[in-house]
């Protein structure tokens, strides 16, 4: 089944990587067979620089990325949209921090900077395959301010209980104002509340490609993803995906671990795969 669509985009984490969180060989097979003909578009929570080694393993790196789940959106080296946090709210996202203390992450573009070389650093340095700049939070702020610059993702990450604690007094002091997004329980992921996934492909659609959301297959497993996929013409789930992503999707593959991306569009485009499907 094809109903004319022109485009696929994918989350990345839990819906695309393997258990050993890379890309097998068949999904990059089949991204790369399928991007011969149509643009497949990396769509993440990810900084720039951790999406672009996965569009070279896939032969992808003439199409766009959507980084940081929506805030930026990049055509190789140039910025097609840009939208960080403001310097004044991530200030006072580290000002509520500072009782609390877990580990704050600070990104802008393709800088990663860590308040320490700690445990959630390494971890989040070896899923991404980006080493960080250890540097504190204040100082990033002091130099950002010569360039007022804010964050496009700020990365929340400790142990449960804190996080849940930052996570309850940021919802009530800055919630109408930042979209908080736990990705995991040791993990808030801080980003603009005007952005959002859906949001980067209808500007994609917009100023780079002539047709519609209808035309567009979107690949996702976790709360973030939910919006993309009910806004697309074909939104699909990977087994592994949250109960509420299954919900509404229209199509369930396997899972992540299972190439349930590439399965899905081995059959979805067969005419680009012969009997491969």
């Known amino acids: 089944m094809n109903k004319n669509f022109q485009l696929i985009c994918s989350d990345v984490d839990g819906t695309l990587l393997n ?4 890309l097998s060989a068949i999904t990059k097979s089949t991204i790369a067979k399928f991007g011969a003909h149509l643009p497949f578009v990396f769509i993440s929570s990810r900084m720039p620089k951790a999406i672009a080694h996965l569009q070279a393993s896939t032969q992808t790196l003439h199409f766009p990325i959507v980084a940081y789940n929506g805030g930026l959106i990049k055509n190789r080296d140039e910025v097609l949209f840009s939208n960080p946090i403001s310097l004044q709210l991530t200030e006072q996202v580290i000002q509520l921090n500072s009782d609390i203390g877990v580990h ?21 340095a070896n899923n991404t395959q980006v080493t960080p700049e250890v540097l504190t939070n204040e100082a990033v702020l002091k130099d950002w301010r010569n360039y007022n610059k804010g964050a496009h993702k700020i990365m929340c990450m400790g142990e449960e ?3 849940e604690a930052l996570y309850q ?18 993990y808030i992921e801080i980003a603009p509340k ?23 297959v979107a690949y996702g497993d976790n709360y973030n993803d939910i919006e993309l996929l009910e806004g697309v013409g074909w939104g699909v789930a990977v087994e592994n995906a ?3 992503v299954k919900q509404i999707a229209n199509e369930i593959t396997r899972t992540s671990h299972d190439d349930g991306v590439a399965l899905s569009i081995q059959e979805l485009f ?7 499907a």
């Open 270 to 276: 067969k005419e680009f795969f012969g009997n491969q």
């Open 169 to 186: 007094l940021l919802k009530t002091s800055l919630g109408d104002q930042l979209h908080l997004y736990r990705s995991k329980p040791t």
């Open 194 to 216: 005007e952005i959002s996934k859906l949001t980067a492909i209808k500007h994609l659609l917009t100023h780079l490609y002539n047709f519609s959301e209808n035309q567009v």
């Open 19 to 22: 258990k050993e969180r890379q």
């Open 242 to 244: 949250k109960p509420e």
């Open 104 to 124: 704050l992450s600070l990104y802008n573009e393709d800088e990663w900077f860590v308040p320490e070389d700690d445990f959630w650093a390494n971890r989040e």
């Open 161 to 163: 209980n804190k996080v």
